[in-house]
């Protein structure tokens, strides 16, 4: 199983970055994949995830309005959309998968699989 983000860049406040999560070798379809940040001295935290076939979503408060996540079973990717980028949400971006059936997961925990990070750095 790999899972690969890319996307990450700098960009002024206001800007938008379109995040990417290649996900290969996952043998069930039944994935949901998250996006998870992390800033210097700061935890991992869950930003959003979206369910194995795309029907279901989950968007935190923080990034509600600003930020979209899709995903594309055929094309074996998940997007991230991120408009309106604020200094705050500078972070390593990771995605990951989970087999867990009850969703949303939020939590670092209840991811099995996990790509490796991408900086998004915004400046004011």
């Known amino acids: 199983v790999q899972l690969q983000a890319s996307g990450g860049g700098m960009v002024q406040a206001g800007g938008s970055l379109r995040l990417s999560c290649r996900y290969s070798g996952l043998t069930l379809p039944y994935y949901a994949i998250g996006w998870f940040r992390q800033a210097p001295g700061k935890e991992r935290e869950g930003v959003s995830c979206i369910n194995y076939n795309g029907g279901g979503t989950y968007m935190r408060m923080s990034v509600q309005g600003r930020f979209t996540i899709s995903r594309s079973n055929a094309e074996i990717t998940a997007y991230l959309q991120m408009n309106t980028l604020e200094p705050e949400d500078t972070a390593i971006y990771y995605c990951?998968?989970?087999?867990?059936?009850?969703?949303?997961?939020?939590?670092?925990?209840?991811?099995?699989?996990w790509g490796q990070g991408t900086q998004v750095t915004v400046s004011s």
């Open positions: 990951a998968a989970t087999r867990m059936v009850n969703f949303p997961q939020t939590e670092p925990p209840a991811y099995n699989y």
